[in-house]
Each structure stands twice: as C-alpha cells, then as structure tokens.
C-alpha cells in the first residue's frame, strides 16, 4: 500500500512559527523564554532593558517547533540606543506569527503599558489572530490580575478570554497551558532548525553575553548602561577540548573602569569566575577567559557600536 502525501491526518500535522516575546522592561519575558525552552537562552538580570538584541530560544515538541523571539523591553525613552533596541522589538513583531504579550501583574498599567498597546495594535492587522497575553508574576502577594486584565480588554476587546493567561514564569507555574495554546494557534510548516537546536546564538555572542549578564548583576546604578562585552579572540587549543577566549568589558568612562576592575581586582576576578562557572554549565569544551577591561568614549551614541551590537 503506497503513502498517499496529500492524505495528512490531524495527529501527524507539524507545527512551526515565529513568535515575538515583548512587553516592558523587567516584566519577565527573558526568564519565561528561558524556562520555555528548558534551557537558558536569554540573561537574566533586574536591570531594565538587560535583553539588547533579538534573542531566539527553540522549543520542539511532537507537534512541531516553537521559535521564541525575546526581545528588548519596550521603554518610554528618546535616548539613541532605545530607539536601536524598539527597533529590534518591532522587527521581530513584523515578522513573527503569534505575537506574545507579557505583563507584569504586580505593576499597575500605566503610560509605558498604553504605547506598546498603541503601538501593537498599529503593527497587528487583525490582533485577535494573532496576539496572545500571558500575565506573569501571579506567584507575587502583590499581584493584580483584574487590573491586568482590564487593560487588555479596554485595549484589545476584539481579543478573546481564551487567549489570557496567567502565570508565573519564575516558578514554572501555567506554562504548559499556554505552550499548549501556541502550538494550537501555529500554522502547519517545517521545523526552522534541527531537533537538537534550543537556540541559533553564536559562541561568540553567547560568551559575551555571560559575561555581561554577570557584569551587570554585580554592578549598579547607571554603569550595567553603560558596558557591553566584546569577544576579541577566541580559539581551540589542545585538540579542539579547550576554547581559549579574551574578552573586553568596555563602558564609557575611564573613571568607571575601577569600579569594574575593584580593589586589588576583586569585582572583576567575581566576574570572570561567575561567568567561567555559567559557560562550563553550557559548553562542552573548556574555556579558558581572559578577561580585562577598558573605556570606549560614549559608546552609547557612536552609531557603528550600536550596529554591531544590536540585530
């Protein structure tokens, strides 16, 4: 008996989409992503706008592939890297399939909240094809789903109950109902990436991002702004087991090179050996890191920097 192609049943229909994670700053969207995929693909940090860039983690099921987009929070700002990073979340909406719209239930919606509604519902044609809610951090006492909720039907009435969901992504908490409804909500494709893949990031990328994640939770006040990480060298030794790697933390004042660097080079010493203990977690090769520090003048506004950092 020959396989008829065109004869396709429910049970063995794949599914696969792009799906855009945004919401504002500090709302959880990294952390939900990453614990989504069951690996970690994004940093996580407390400082806003930690995410810089648009970072893909993988999920594959027996129903298909996931391909989750987080993206840097949206913030009220004018200052040039903002725009860069607003520009990165709007892309990756444009070209998703299901938009995922994260809210934080202990912060009150408020004008932040109103523009990217304003903005979504601009970008989205039809919003109830394609956007979906989650609202995180239902684990807080300090939680407020019926303030959340109210703002999603004043803003988007046309979208049904049905596609709200509460959660908590730090502990794991109603995931696989909303996992089950993106799948349920996905066009019928190919796989984007292989099985095996929970991830696309470049080694270099990921390193440097390691190292930057464990840079600014060590940090403080305006200096996690004000460094990125840049991976200058890297390459195997010993046969390929071992990966040796220098690494730039670059910020933009001389005068906030000491706070990196610390007394008797303690900070930084912290820093490169949380960052070694994260990698050796992820790779399978030893890494050895060389790890310094120096200032690039005002970074933030040299438009060549901002290319090269942000996709």
């Known amino acids: 008996m020959e396989y008829d192609k065109n004869e396709?049943?429910?049970k063995n229909m794949r599914k696969a989409a792009f799906i855009a994670v945004i919401g504002r700053p500090s709302v959880g969207k990294s952390t939900l992503v990453n614990r989504l995929c069951g690996e970690k693909v994004a940093?996580?940090?407390?400082?806003?706008?930690?995410?810089?860039?648009?970072?893909?983690?993988?999920?594959?099921?027996?129903e298909g592939q996931l391909v989750f987009i987080d993206t840097p929070?949206?913030?009220?700002?004018?200052?040039?890297?903002?725009?860069?990073?607003?520009?990165?979340?709007?892309?990756?909406?444009?070209?998703?399939?299901?938009?995922?719209?994260?809210?934080?239930?202990?912060?009150?919606?408020?004008?932040?909240?109103?523009?990217?509604?304003?903005d979504l519902a601009d970008a989205l044609e039809n919003p109830a094809e394609k956007l979906v809610f989650a609202i995180n951090k239902m684990d807080s006492p300090d939680a407020n789903f019926a303030a959340a909720a109210a703002f999603v039907r004043k803003f988007f009435p046309s979208v049904g109950e049905d596609r709200c969901f509460t959660i908590s992504a730090l502990k794991r908490e109603g995931l696989a109902p909303l996992l089950d409804a993106l799948f349920a909500l996905s066009p019928e494709g190919e796989a984007f990436y292989?099985?095996?893949?929970?991830?696309?990031?470049?080694?270099?990328?990921?390193?440097?991002?390691?190292?930057?994640?464990?840079?600014?939770?060590?940090?403080?006040?305006?200096?996690?702004?004000?460094?990125?990480?840049?991976?200058?060298?890297?390459?195997?030794?010993?046969?390929?087991?071992?990966?040796?790697?220098?690494?730039?933390?670059?910020?933009?004042?001389?005068?906030?090179?000491?706070?990196?660097?610390?007394?008797?080079?303690?900070?930084?010493?912290?820093?490169?050996?949380?960052?070694?203990?994260?990698?050796?977690?992820?790779?399978?090769?030893?890494?050895?890191?060389?790890?310094?520090?120096?200032?690039?003048?005002?970074w933030r506004h040299n438009d060549g920097v901002l290319k090269r950092l942000i996709e």
């Open 73 to 118: 929070g949206r913030h009220l700002s004018e200052k040039k890297l903002n725009k860069k990073l607003q520009d990165v979340s709007d892309r990756s909406i444009a070209d998703a399939e299901i938009v995922l719209y994260v809210l934080d239930a202990t912060r009150a919606p408020a004008e932040e909240e109103e523009k990217i509604a304003a």
């Open 43 to 62: 940093i996580v940090s407390a400082v806003p706008q930690t995410t810089r860039n648009a970072i893909r983690g993988i999920v594959n099921r027996e």
């Open 194 to 298: 292989p099985e095996e893949y929970y991830t696309d990031q470049d080694v270099r990328f990921r390193i440097a991002e390691i190292i930057r994640e464990k840079a600014i939770n060590r940090l403080w006040d305006e200096l996690p702004h004000a460094i990125y990480v840049d991976v200058a060298d890297a390459e195997f030794k010993e046969n390929g087991t071992t990966l040796w790697v220098r690494a730039f933390i670059i910020t933009e004042r001389e005068s906030q090179k000491g706070m990196i660097v610390g007394k008797g080079g303690s900070m930084i010493r912290s820093i490169r050996h949380a960052a070694l203990k994260e990698l050796k977690r992820i790779f399978e090769w030893k890494i050895e890191l060389d790890l310094r520090v120096k200032a690039a003048p005002d």
């Open 8 to 10: 396709r049943t429910v």
